[in-house]
């Protein structure tokens, strides 16, 4: 069975691991968010947060994420600095026996959202990502330079009428949503921050940045392999280029690639459903089958693909992601391989009490709380069938001396 955990932010995040664990999970997700991107995770940190958490009877079963300082993105600057800083906060979480270690490489924003409280018909709030709304921020608040060759004909008409139609609070909600930054985002942005970070991947494409990434694990997947350590890559969120930036882990393909350039047994990945569900063509159940054993971690959440480029998060049971087929195939996976995957109900819909409360984007605890519900109830309806139609298969299978009579 999966090993069923939730994300937790630290000891300022409204859900507190006296929450999580009433929840019903075993596990926790979290990071040292509290230090700054590029810098050394010390022992004595990590030790820290280790037994506050186990103080809450749970156990730190995933690191999400170690960042990956965009000067390793870029390959520039202090680079060997990085690198050397990126390797020793490894041996530090591996003395601490933490040894799945989530990261992204995705270039200056991490996943990104155009509205945080889209209205769902029974009144909760969901995640909604707008490739028009992204439009309109980047060709007229924003101004980004060349954005209009990012957009067909169409798109940049609908853009602009739409950007005259928004009052001036309209246009700065927009702003903020997309870049000020969501829950375990490395960044927050203004504007014009937003341009120069923008300008550093001018000379970019996708090539070398793919490129680059296979050098950044090339340095650390030899010492991940001492270590013990899985190092698991999460997909793009939204898995497509933005804003003139290239995306390199959006597809199979893409991921496939990245193994054969990097075999090294550390390097691993974090199943996004919702992330690779967001795209038609990728193949949900078959990459488990596919690459299952890479998978160190799992994200299980659904989204609703919309026309024109849009998606929102949608229950954990509906939507596109097709959760029944997915949860039988990681099912499958670990029956194969005899192993127990970690898995976290990705984002939730703010719900019910929630809606009164402070909360994070995604992170309110009964959306999750509810989709976790759903999502062990699946697998373990999943476990029950398939140990009923093997025990009633054996019962039924002719002996030796029938067959021979």
């Known amino acids: 069975m999966m090993i069923e955990t939730m994300r937790w932010f630290g000891p ?5 691991l006296r929450d999580i664990r009433q929840a019903g999970a075993t596990g926790i997700v979290t990071a040292l968010h509290e230090i700054a991107n590029g810098e050394i995770w010390h022992t004595d940190a990590i030790a820290a947060r280790k037994a ?3 103080g809450a009877g749970l156990d730190w079963s995933v690191v999400e994420s170690l960042p990956v300082h965009e000067g390793i993105k870029t390959r520039s600057g202090d680079w060997d600095a990085l690198i050397d800083h990126y390797r020793q906060s490894l041996r530090n979480l591996a003395a601490c026996d933490i040894r799945t270690i989530t990261y992204n490489f995705m270039p200056v924003l991490d996943w990104t959202r155009t509205d945080l409280g889209w209205a769902m018909p029974d009144g909760a709030l969901a995640l909604r990502f707008e490739l028009e709304a992204a439009a309109v921020y980047d060709l007229h608040i924003l101004r980004r330079e060349g954005a209009e060759r990012s957009y067909d004909a169409a798109m940049l008409d609908r853009a602009a009428r739409r950007f005259h139609a928004m009052d001036d609070d309209q246009r700065r909600h927009l702003e903020r949503t997309v870049i000020a930054g969501l829950p375990g985002s490395e960044e927050a942005f ?6 120069q970070a923008l300008a550093e991947y001018d000379a970019i494409d996708a090539d070398t940045l793919r490129a680059n990434h296979v050098a950044f694990l090339e340095a650390v997947c030899p010492l991940a392999d001492e270590l013990g ?8 969120d939204p898995p497509f280029p933005l804003f003139g930036l290239p995306r390199v882990v959006s597809t199979e393909d893409d991921v496939a ?7 090294n047994r550390s390097n691993g990945l974090c ?3 919702g992330s690779f569900g967001a795209r038609a063509d990728n193949d949900l159940p078959g990459m488990i089958d596919r690459l299952g054993s890479r998978i160190g971690f799992l994200h299980l959440r659904s989204v609703q693909r919309e026309p024109g480029g849009a998606f929102h998060e949608a229950p954990h049971l509906e939507g596109d992601a097709g959760m029944v087929s997915l949860v039988a195939a990681i099912h499958d996976l670990q029956t194969r391989e ?3 995957i970690p898995m976290r109900p990705d984002h939730g819909h703010q719900m019910l009490d929630d809606l009164s409360k402070r909360t994070l984007p995604g992170y309110s605890l009964i959306g999750r709380m509810r989709g976790l519900a759903e999502l062990r109830g699946l697998e373990r309806g999943i476990a029950h069938a398939t140990a009923t139609h093997a025990t009633a298969a054996r019962a039924t299978a002719p002996t030796r001396a029938t067959v021979a009579a």
């Not at 690639?257 to 075999?263: D, E, N």
């Open 12 to 16: 300022s995040d409204p859900v507190t």
């Open 257 to 263: 690639t990245l193994f054969r350039r990097v075999p």
């Open 52 to 54: 506050e958490i186990a």
């Open 229 to 236: 350590i899985q190092l698991v890559v999460h997909p793009d």
């Open 338 to 340: 005899g192993r127990s």
């Open 271 to 273: 199943f996004c459903a």
């Open 190 to 195: 203004t504007s014009d921050q937003f341009r």
